[in-house]
């Protein structure tokens, strides 16, 4: 077992001496599935399907499979043909285009437990109707969407089945997909939202991670385990998991074996908080603020951490941009978490060899961090969305910035409102609503705030409430280019954890023994429930 | 696993997680793919 997580660890040495390309069908195979989805889809063949999917809703997907399966299926047919027919030498071009079987691999089952397989759960579910007291249904539950099974989907196709041979290099992409979603996540946030949450996160993950670090250094030495290990395995429970591992495991001297226990238990407590919190998250009816703090400070590692905040909100990125804030704020402690296990360390041991703290934070701190940074920096710039967006919706009241004329107040609603204004007390809220009334639209952001306020407030009538959330709609728009990044971002998660599900092994996971699951149990059990208790009593719903 | 499947590994190239030799290669690519993503959405959305 520490030979196959050895596997983590160890990094090749370059210069391939194989073929990686196999001369299989399979991925034409797979790219003619995907064209048969998106043509069934596209000529109305499956209307049937969606209308008893969506349950008496309307069925989310139809956009998606209109589009998706078509290039990425074109694309898998063309090099599939090559990949089957073609002949292939080793070398860099071998290695690198032999993954996109492996990938196409992931993206079909991703496709197919969005599109098909969750939606016929949920509707299974409905039809059941509703569990007992909990006025909710046993999907809702359970947690049971697109994501949890697809991480499902791929545990059972590598511990059952095993991952076929052409496939195998593409696998290792998941990765990849998540990296790019995090880096792309940068696009979505105004300077508004990122003011407000760092400052939450900052003191929340300051708190907790500096606590488990603590935590695992004092229990590894009651409990007698090597400083190489109890430094080792503190900054994995501590911050963010199997990177910050391999960032520390040079400073505390620590060996193969014990890298591998230590990722072995970040595996296994990640594995379980991902399906668990969801679950959890809904019993307690948490917000998708609440959650994604919660889920950001309390589980280890980043890529459970999407997971969980996916499985939470599968239809939204809301709860996973609130937890990948928290998590991108626990990556950038990590120099500070090394700093301390290296004097830490050569204090306690005396023929410790100095290393270059420097030079270890430099070489390990995970850039895509810094890739996140210039996103959000290009994001504040204003070309993808007006720089004042506020998740994606821009004020916009004339012609250019999307305002329709037709939507300005008619003279019955006007006076309609104007009859109900003496009940307004406020008198922010009373001077928005003269100035709505006055031009037959919301004239500022700051008075689209107001009346937002007065709408929440159900001081007026239903009608007048009516007419205010029109007018409040009218000024808000989707900025369309948000729009297509929210679109990639939740097809990268998307790929990046049924891959992920792909990686994880039993055996991986039995890595995790004796002293180090014992520890790593304790302090993630008291982060997960400490964390939860700050999240309910400090953290508000909104943002 | 076998002593004989650790002298044979199953990738020359890369780790179990990763095609990419290092992770910092692996970010780097993940930024190269991102602006890539970006650049798209800015010229063609």
Redesign the interface.
Known sequence: MILELRSYIQKGKGGSKMVYTKKHPALFIIGVIMLAIWFFGSTGMLDGLYEHMAAGKKYKYAGEIANIPLYSGILSVVIGLWQWFGTHKEGHWDYYSSTVAGGMFILLIAMLVRWFVAPEIAAISIAMGKVGDTGAYIHKLLGLNYVVMGIVTGLIIVNVFKIPVWAENGVRLSRLGLKTGVILLGTLYSAAELVNLGGLSIVMIGFFVLGSVGMVLWLGARRKIPNSMGGVLSAGMGVCGVSATVAAAPVVQAKSVEIAYTIGTILLWGVGCMFLFPIIGNMLGMSHVQFGAWAGTGILNSAQVAGAALAYQPDGIETLKVAEIFNITRVLVLPIIVLWLAVWYVKREQSAERVNVGRVIFDKFPMFVIGFILMFALSTTGIFAPANHYKGKFFGNTAESGFKESNLLSADQKDALRAESGKVQREDRKAALGRLIDNGKIMSIDDDDAIRGLINAKVMSKDANKIMKGAHKAVRHTAKKIKAFRQWITWLFAFGLVGLGMQITVGAMKQAGGQPAVIGGIVGATKAILSLVVVLMLVADRV | ?S?E??AQ????????????????K??????I??LL??FG??FF?
């Open positions: 696993m002593k499947s650790e590994p199953r990738f020359h190239r890369g780790s179990a997680l990763s095609i990419f030799g290092s992770d910092r692996e970010d780097l690519m993940a930024l793919c991102a993503i970006a959405v800015y959305v």
